[in-house]
T-cell receptor
Framework: DAGITQSPRHKVTETGTPVTLRCHQT?????MYWYRQDPGHGLRLIHY???????DKGEVSDGYSVSRSKTEDFLLTLESATSSQTSVYFC????????????????????FGPGTRLTVL | DQQVKQNSPSLSVQEGRISILNCDYT??????FLWYKKYPAEGPTFLIS?????DKNEDGRFTVFLNKSAKHLSLHIVPSQPGDSAVYFC???????????FGKGTKLSVIP
């Protein structure tokens, strides 16, 4: 299994408070991602990073910010948590390569962490 | 607009029989597809993938079929085992993009 940890694993907070979730990897993978999983929605991308200090928005980025100051750490911050941000948050990593047609095409499999369950009251 | 659709929220199969999970996509730029398995309270686990240059990829009991003209892929599990009971997510990725777009998942129950 890819070495990915998330902290905290569970958190309960109140509306309006700031919250930071941490993702840590030991695989030296270039790409890191934050997703949220909600019933009826599957996994939705919040933000991702393609290198140190290089980040971009995903499908549901409003209300979230990220930072990546080291290859191994990717932080997700809720500046002012709302009840709609109650969810399970997953971090993922990948190291995309292109094998070319003879090698079977490209591969950019993402590997996921164990998740953080966040409840905003 | 759902680019990846898993139209069956749930599926029940008898142990030992074949499980077939289906996935449709609308984005013609997708050229790489993956299946993930997820148990409760755990992160998704990569299962199998397929590039658009192939129409089939096999790994043990798991086979993924891709029909590009129909924009459809399916995951076959043969034989199904009770440990396969989980939620299965299909995902697609476009050329030049390293983002995945996921379907909503199908909950598979394998009955002993």
């Amino acid at each position: 299994d890819a070495g990915i940890t998330q902290s905290p694993r569970h958190k309960v907070t109140e509306t309006g408070t700031p919250v930071t979730l941490r993702c840590h990897q030991t695989e030296n993978h270039r790409y890191m991602y934050w997703y949220r999983q909600d019933p009826g929605h599957g996994l939705r991308l919040i933000h991702y990073s393609y290198g140190v200090k290089d980040t971009d928005k995903g499908e549901v980025s409003d209300g979230y910010s990220v930072s990546r100051s080291k290859t191994e750490d990717f932080l997700l911050t809720l500046e002012s948590a709302t009840s709609s941000q109650t969810s399970v948050y997953f971090c993922a990593i990948s190291d995309p390569t292109s094998l070319g047609p003879s090698g079977g095409g490209r591969t950019d499999t993402q590997y996921f962490g164990p998740g953080t369950r966040l409840t905003v009251l | 607009d759902q680019q990846v659709k898993q139209n069956s929220p749930s599926l029940s199969v008898q142990e030992g029989r074949i499980s077939i999970l289906n996935c449709d996509y609308t984005n013609s730029m997708f050229d790489y597809f993956l299946w993930y398995k997820k148990y409760p309270a755990e992160g998704p686990t990569f299962l199998i993938s397929i590039s658009s240059i192939k129409d089939k990829n096999e790994d043990g009991r798991f086979t993924v079929f891709l029909n590009k003209s129909a924009k459809h892929l399916s995951l076959h599990i043969v034989p199904s085992q009770p440990g396969d009971s989980a939620v299965y997510f299909c995902a697609g990725s476009g050329a030049g993009s390293y983002q995945l777009t996921f379907g909503k998942g199908t909950k598979l129950s394998v009955i002993p």
